[in-house]
């Protein structure tokens, strides 16, 4: 009896130790020090003289997507976190993509759960630009299909997604209040529903744009005339959308795109050309 007690207590011991391991393990964008005024993420390698926007991270945050290159003339590069550095960016291409030529390929979003890759992009023929998605299949990007039922004659962007599926993007398709709306597609059923302009509480008649969806949707951050705003979900119902205060984000020159909270809920990212790294709590995420 006392040897099974022993045993118990080892095998007890050794998942603990496992767990406390895997706890303490620190994702590529960590810091030791808190970061509580914007800095530049990895300078020079992420970050560089030419213009970096829109950005996702694998969930493990070992790998990340960006779209570097100015307006027309934009691409996606990926960079790898591999012996504790980032690696230098490189072109990205999906391994099967020969039945389909983009004229580019820019705003990248990797689902929570990793298992999709969304983007947007020009296609031979094409109207406007398109919400596309890419398969993740034994680790390797599968080849992109478009999304028909989200796309307009006209342009949609910057998706983002949540647990659920259910996808955010901005369009200036007709109807829309201002020069761009945010709009979401419910995920019902394994497929994609009629999109629907979000309420009076997010859109007016200024320029919402770059929205980034929590993966519980409980909260909506989106830049409205390059300053970020937030809104919070309620049972459905989204609250008037707050100006995100502070001199850190929203109280210097230039405009902010593509905000992003880190899988790990510990980071806010955005980009102004390049891409910037802050602690949660600086934007009051931690109080909500």
């Not at 603990?16 to 960590?30: D, E, G, V």
């Not at 970050?47 to 996606?76: C, H, M, N, V």
């Not at 039945?99 to 390929?105: A, G, K, Q």
């Amino acid at each position: 009896m006392r040897f099974n007690l022993v045993i118990i207590l080892i095998i007890c011991s050794i998942l603990l130790t496992s767990c406390s391991k895997q706890t303490s393990i620190k994702l590529p964008y960590f810091s030791d020090e808190p970061i509580t005024t914007p800095i530049t993420f990895e300078e020079g390698v992420i970050s560089t003289d030419d213009t970096e926007w829109a950005f996702t991270f694998t969930p493990d945050g070992s790998k990340i997507y960006i779209q570097r290159g100015t307006a027309g003339l934009a691409t996606l590069y990926k960079s790898e976190y591999v012996d504790g550095k980032w690696t230098e960016p490189v072109l990205f291409t999906f391994p099967t993509q020969e039945n389909i030529h983009f004229i580019r390929l820019v705003e990248p979003f990797i689902s929570p759960d990793g298992s999709k890759f969304f983007f947007v992009s020009e296609g031979d023929g094409m109207e406007g630009t398109d919400l596309w998605v890419s398969e993740n299949i034994d680790g390797t990007w599968g080849e992109p299909t478009i999304l028909e039922i989200l796309n307009s004659p006209r342009n949609e962007y910057f998706p983002s997604v949540s647990n659920n599926g259910n996808l955010y993007f901005q369009s200036n398709r007709q109807g829309t209040s201002g020069s761009y709306d945010l709009f979401v597609s419910k995920f019902i059923d394994g497929e994609y529903t009629q999109p629907v302009q979000l309420g009076e509480e997010i859109n007016t008649s200024g320029v919402e744009q770059s929205p980034f969806i929590t993966p519980d949707e409980s909260y909506l951050i989106f830049s409205r005339d390059g300053a970020f705003y937030i809104s919070y979900n309620t049972e459905g119902k989204w609250s008037e959308a707050e100006l995100l205060t502070g001199e850190p984000l929203n109280g210097l020159f230039g405009s902010r795109y593509s905000p992003y909270v880190s899988p790990d809920q510990k980071y806010f990212f955005y980009a102004d050309g390049d891409i910037h790294q802050v602690d949660v709590s600086v934007i009051g995420l931690n109080n909500k």
